[in-house]
């Protein structure tokens, strides 16, 4: 399986910008999906993008014209850029790895979106 580790959270005023990472303990080039959750309190996780090997990307409704998820396989480094943030962003974001033989989460990073 491959550890992954995220950073490049922390407090952002609304209308801010982030970008997150999330390094991967192994090549990532044939990791089919490489995706990002949020998880805010008392709610359930849910997507917010992916990207799978071969550079197609997904988007929440909430993410898209927002976010932008990318991948550097050379780096074993997947970003998720977040521009015009809102106080509703405000959850842990993470990183996580699907292939036919498993699935691995990180830990999280916190964003937190407040004046």
């Known amino acids: 399986q491959v550890q992954l580790v995220e950073s490049g959270g922390g407090l952002v005023q609304p209308g801010g910008s982030l970008r997150l990472s999330c390094a991967a303990s192994?090549?990532?080039?044939?990791?089919?999906?490489m995706g990002w959750y949020r998880q805010a309190p008392g709610k359930e996780r849910e997507l917010v993008a992916f990207i799978t090997r071969d550079g197609s990307t997904n988007y929440a409704d909430f993410a898209k014209g927002r976010f932008t998820v990318s991948r550097d396989s050379a780096k074993n480094m997947v970003y998720l850029q977040m521009n015009n943030l809102k106080p509703e962003d405000t959850a842990v974001y993470l990183c996580?790895?699907?292939?036919?033989?498993?699935?691995?989460w990180g830990q999280g990073t916190q964003v937190t979106v407040s004046s």
């Open positions: 192994r090549n990532i080039s044939n990791i089919d999906n």
């Open positions: 996580k790895a699907t292939t036919i033989s498993y699935r691995s």
